[in-house]
């Protein structure tokens, strides 16, 4: 009996059956099934019903579930006791993240594994963390935004601003506006929310503005990518634009202007231990990120 396979079984009964285990350990669906089998044999139990429909515990499986929690976090926290000792961390931490921001994490992901070259980052976009951290078997998420499941732990990296952009060469054709009622006489391009909804009011601190959409786009990359392109006036928080800004490719429109902010957070299951490898990089964000928050 491996420990690797008795994870391998709380996280079949997290997400359901053997096929969502697989897709988020990233494993073939028949390797899940015969080590399940194998825990059932040499258990001398049953842990399931199996049905071509529904995978359910059976009540030898419900007992040995709950128990086995408390036994496997009790495990983790004594791995980590010896890994603090040895002041070498080792291990793989599953990160999801919203694509558009790739540009701010990719640098301080990688100074994070340049401090612990034995750690292994795998990464993945996310757009909904209720479903994908189980889904994808993610150990944490950054997400932006309201929590909409309070049966995770969440803890705050930092509160994002927005900004109105241009590049240098629409502002040299078209002109910058000098009043938030000049904007509707601009070109705009827009982000689009998950849920389809549009983000043509830009919403600031002491106002709001009706744009003119002509582009949209539900990735901010592509976003910031028009913008820098020339192709209309953005509304988007300069944290995804760090290189744009810094080498002028970017110029921020009306400045005085301060949107309304966003929480972004970190997301993680509501579990009693987590690996030291992911403490240690939940920790290393919550420190490394808010840096930037000077340029929102």
């Given at each position: 009996?491996?420990?690797?396979?008795?994870?391998?079984?709380?996280i079949v009964v997290?997400?359901?059956?053997?096929?969502?285990?697989?897709?988020?350990?990233?494993?073939?669906?028949?390797?899940?099934?015969?080590?399940?089998?194998?825990?059932?044999?040499?258990?001398?139990?049953?842990?399931?019903?199996?049905?071509t429909r529904q995978?359910?515990?059976?009540?030898?499986?419900?007992?040995?579930?709950?128990?086995?929690?408390?036994?496997?976090?009790?495990?983790?926290?004594?791995?980590?006791?010896?890994?603090?000792?040895?002041?070498?961390?080792?291990?793989?931490?599953?990160?999801?993240?919203?694509?558009?921001?790739?540009?701010?994490?990719?640098?301080?992901?990688?100074?994070?594994?340049?401090?612990?070259?034995?750690?292994?980052?795998?990464?993945?976009?996310?757009?909904?963390?209720?479903?994908?951290?189980?889904?994808?078997?993610?150990?944490?998420?950054?997400?932006?935004?309201?929590?909409?499941?309070?049966?995770?732990?969440?803890?705050?990296?930092?509160?994002?601003?927005?900004?109105?952009?241009?590049?240098?060469?629409?502002?040299?054709?078209?002109?910058?506006?000098?009043?938030?009622?000049?904007?509707?006489?601009?070109?705009?391009?827009?982000?689009?929310?998950?849920?389809?909804?549009?983000?043509?009011?830009?919403?600031?601190?002491?106002?709001?503005?009706?744009?003119?959409?002509?582009?949209?786009?539900?990735?901010?990359?592509?976003?910031?990518?028009?913008?820098?392109?020339?192709?209309?006036?953005?509304?988007?928080?300069?944290?995804?634009?760090?290189?744009?800004?810094?080498?002028?490719?970017?110029?921020?429109?009306?400045?005085?202007?301060?949107?309304?902010?966003?929480?972004?957070?970190?997301?993680?299951?509501?579990?009693?231990?987590?690996?030291l490898p992911t403490?240690?990089?939940?920790?290393?964000?919550?420190?490394?990120?808010?840096?930037?928050?000077?340029?929102?």
């Amino acid at each position: 009996m491996r420990i690797e396979d008795l994870k391998l079984f709380t996280i079949v009964v997290e997400l359901g059956s053997f096929t969502a285990a697989a897709t988020a350990l990233d494993l073939p669906r028949a390797n899940v099934s015969r080590r399940i089998g194998e825990l059932e044999k040499s258990l001398n139990a049953q842990l399931f019903f199996r049905t071509t429909r529904q995978l359910r515990l059976t009540q030898h499986g419900e007992t040995y579930y709950h128990d086995l929690l408390n036994v496997l976090d009790g495990f983790e926290q004594a791995k980590n006791k010896l890994l603090d000792l040895d002041e070498k961390p080792i291990g793989k931490v599953k990160l999801g993240f919203l694509p558009e921001s790739d540009e701010a994490l990719q640098p301080v992901l990688a100074k994070f594994q340049r401090l612990y070259p034995d750690i292994e980052l795998d990464l993945r976009f996310t757009n909904n963390y209720v479903n994908d951290i189980y889904s994808q078997g993610l150990d944490f998420v950054v997400h932006a935004g309201k929590i909409q499941d309070s049966g995770f732990i969440a803890r705050k990296l930092l509160s994002l601003g927005r900004g109105m952009y241009a590049s240098p060469d629409y502002i040299a054709q078209h002109g910058a506006p000098k009043a938030l009622a000049e904007l509707a006489e601009h070109q705009a391009i827009c982000y689009r929310w998950p849920d389809g909804t549009l983000d043509d009011n830009w919403d600031l601190i002491s106002d709001s503005v009706k744009v003119n959409c002509k582009l949209s786009c539900n990735h901010m990359g592509f976003i910031r990518r028009a913008i820098v392109g020339g192709q209309g006036i953005g509304f988007m928080p300069p944290l995804f634009a760090l290189g744009a800004i810094e080498s002028k490719s970017l110029v921020r429109i009306l400045p005085e202007y301060e949107s309304k902010k966003e929480d972004v957070w970190l997301i993680y299951p509501d579990r009693k231990g987590i690996s030291l490898p992911t403490r240690l990089l939940i920790d290393f964000l919550l420190q490394e990120i808010p840096l930037y928050t000077a340029l929102s």
